[in-house]
Nanobody, 118 residues
Framework: QVQLVESGGGLVQPGGSLRLSCAAS????????MSWYRQAPGKERELVAT????????NYADSVKGRFTISTDNAKNTLYLQMNSLKPEDTAVYYC???????????WGQGTQVTVSS
């Protein structure tokens, strides 16, 4: 049974930082593509960042390049998203996504709210 549990969301002022975590269980973490998505009210879910756990290759949406960093701790089966220089437009529910390469199936966490406001 796959479980992805996000944590670390909250309210932060513009320019502030947050670190999101996603604890994964039931997936072959070491050979997966792990990603963060976000969905703002009234908007479609969008890809924020993605990382291949086997080789560490990472990609980012243009809107977050240079501000966000995706990382993994393969020993802890945990995905992270370090978010710096946060802007009000970063406000959204952030979702963890796992795509195990052995299954080719998408798994989702329940989401964590990030609100950037003064």
């Amino acid at each position: 049974q796959v479980q992805l549990v996000e944590s670390g969301g909250g309210l932060v002022q513009p320019g502030g930082s947050l670190r999101l975590s996603c604890a994964a269980s039931g997936v072959t973490f070491g050979s997966s593509v792990m990603s963060w998505y976000r969905q703002a009210p009234g908007k479609e879910r969008e890809l924020v960042a993605t990382r291949t756990t086997s080789d560490g290759n990472a990609n980012y949406a243009d809107s977050v390049k240079g501000r966000f960093t995706i990382s993994t701790d393969n020993a802890k089966n945990t995905l992270y998203l370090q978010m710096n220089s946060l802007k009000p437009e970063d406000t959204a529910v952030y979702y963890c996504n796992a795509f195990p390469l052995s299954e080719l199936v998408n798994y989702w966490g329940q989401g964590t709210q990030v609100t950037v406001s003064s």
